[in-house]
């Protein structure tokens, strides 16, 4: 699948996240503490149903939020 759009809601770090990716090569780059693991995880929880580092959903939601969103589009 190529990625075209993630949208993130309550996820880890993000209270809401929409981004439009541009085909080809897409680097995250930032400094220490911005969320490029978190985005990383948004995409595999997606694409493959759940977390590489935990099997606690609770642990995904936005602290003080009660549920949390991931959704992808691609092609």
């Known amino acids: 699948m190529v990625v075209e759009t993630v949208s993130l809601r309550s996820f880890r770090s993000y209270e809401r996240l929409e981004l439009e990716l541009e085909p080809g090569l897409v680097l995250a780059v930032g400094p220490n503490g911005v ?3 978190n985005l990383l995880e948004a995409l595999h929880v997606a694409t493959q149903g759940f ?5 606690a959903d609770a ?5 003080g939020d009660r549920a949390a969103r991931v959704a992808v589009r691609g092609r």
Do not use: A, H, M, N
């Open 51 to 55: 977390s590489p580092r935990t099997r």
């Open 35 to 37: 969320g490029k693991t």
């Open 59 to 63: 642990q995904l939601v936005r602290f």
